[in-house]
């Protein structure tokens, strides 16, 4: 069994950034694939960002490109995003996942392990 725990939420004016960190425990995360998802008031859950095990290749929704970045420590059991240029629409709960096949990530399917959450709050 695998637990994961976010932290780094919080609020921020539009244009900051905040890093987001996502700690496993339990069995190691090694193999495993990591992922961050959000879900915003009113709204269906939607993808973000995902890892493979090794950390050679990354994932992203268009609507994140070029301003979130996923990253993992392994050494650490964690990963990480990297929230810049923020927008108020960014505001949601993030929450990290993970699993052994990366498509459940990225594609859909049923997740192995979630995390509870982090809420991001971005002001105008």
């Known amino acids: 069994q695998v637990q994961l725990v976010e932290s780094g939420g919080g609020l921020v004016q539009a244009g900051g950034s905040l890093r987001l960190s996502c700690a496993a425990s339990?069995?190691?995360?090694?193999?495993?694939?990591m992922g961050w998802f959000r879900q915003a008031p009113g709204k269906e859950r939607e993808f973000v960002a995902a890892?493979?095990?090794?950390?050679?290749?990354?994932t992203y929704a268009d609507s994140v490109k070029g301003r979130f970045t996923i990253s993992r420590d392994n050494a650490k059991n964690t990963v990480y995003l990297q929230m810049n240029s923020l927008k108020p629409e960014d505001t949601a709960v993030y929450s990290c996942?993970?699993?052994?096949?990366?498509?459940?990530?990225?594609?859909?399917?049923?997740?192995?392990?979630w995390g509870q959450g982090t809420q991001v709050t971005v002001s105008s």
């Open positions: 996942a993970a699993d052994s096949m990366m498509r459940h990530l990225t594609v859909g399917g049923r997740v192995d392990y």
């Open positions: 339990g069995r190691t995360v090694d193999y495993l694939h």
């Open positions: 890892i493979t095990w090794s950390g050679v290749s990354t």
